[in-house]
């Protein structure tokens, strides 16, 4: 079988809803999630998010494309609810009698993990229903402005019951393909180096460092360098705190205005030269929107994946 999986938005100006949490960082999560279930089963994934677009028009249009394109059997877009932080539950959207038919079963897995069953619905107006030439269903996982949703939900129970919606099964063992960065145990010399260099944090002469797996001076310059930087210890030392500020800034979170993001908003106010606080707000914001310009981005104040991409690659 050949799934079109598409994690909705995450391409700005296609930007996701806010809540307790942000759709744009559980819809990734849970879609790389279901990708690497769906592959370890024997499936063929087509990606159908595109890494940019002008609109949220083209965002949405590209996506539709891909998956003409590529033919997929079945294309099923995930996404997050929000509303007026009491409204709670699951609901799927198909536009077709086959839709309903594959929408159904995945319905009634997700709700078998707790949440309020709020039925299958007519997605005639949604755009990627109505644009994509293969059965295809829009998914509403659950509420990101409902504690009780949040509480419920897991995106591994999540996408352990998509999959198993659309296949009838899950892999039989953890799928260790899908990696979130932030959770990387990772440690080594070598890779503590490959991600300063990534980062364009520079040792104690402004240079690059040589990723040779041995800890030296440079190194250690480096890591001092970083730890100022994102508001840890200095100590040279690589520990917990200092991996988990490496790992949290590679996972490549999505940041907006008035976000107090801590390490990650340390660093992109470092890379970008404006006071180093921690907390995004007016002046990170107006900086952030002249560096987007500078390089070809839309200037939405976001930091999202395209903006990433120019950043830290």
Not at 4 to 19: K, L
Not at 148 to 160: G, S
Not at 178 to 189: G, S
Request: glycine letters at 8%; proline letters at 4%; aromatic letters at 6%.
């Amino acid at each position: 079988m050949k799934f079109g999986i598409d994690s909705g938005h995450n391409c700005p100006p296609d930007t996701g809803a806010r809540g307790i949490k942000f759709e744009d960082n559980l819809t990734l999560d849970v879609s790389n999630r279901v990708i690497a279930k769906l592959r370890a089963l024997g499936n063929e994934v087509v990606v159908c998010k595109p890494s940019s677009a002008s609109t949220v028009r083209d965002s949405l249009s590209k996506r539709c494309s891909t998956a003409n394109a590529s033919r997929v059997d079945i294309y099923v877009s995930i996404h997050f609810n929000a509303f007026n932080g009491q409204a709670n539950g699951t609901e799927v959207f198909a536009t077709s009698e086959n839709g309903r038919k594959i929408a159904k079963p995945v319905l009634d897995e997700i709700i078998k993990l707790g949440f309020f069953n709020r039925g299958i619905k007519s997605g005639s107006h949604l755009f990627v229903l109505k644009n994509t030439d293969m059965p295809a269903i829009l998914i509403e996982c659950c509420f990101i402005d409902s504690q009780k949703d949040m509480n419920l939900f897991n995106p591994e129970a999540m996408a352990n019951a998509i999959v198993k919606g659309l296949t009838g099964k899950v892999p039989s063992v953890p799928v260790n393909s899908v990696q979130d960065e932030e959770d990387n145990v990772d440690a080594t010399i070598l890779r503590l180096q490959k991600s300063l260099n990534r980062l364009k944090i520079t040792d104690r002469n402004g240079k690059v460092l040589v990723e040779d797996g041995f800890t030296g001076a440079n190194t250690k310059s480096a890591v001092e360098k970083f730890q100022t930087i994102v508001g840890v210890q200095p100590t040279g030392i690589a520990d917990e705190a200092t991996w988990n500020a490496i790992n949290l800034i590679l996972a490549k979170r999505i940041l907006r205005p008035n976000h107090a993001g801590g390490a990650v908003v340390r660093y992109l106010q470092y890379r970008l030269g404006v006071e180093n606080d921690g907390i995004y707000g007016p002046q990170t914001e107006v900086t952030v929107k002249n560096f987007q310009k500078q390089n070809g981005l839309d200037a939405d104040g976001i930091i999202g994946p395209a903006s990433w991409q120019k950043l830290i690659g």
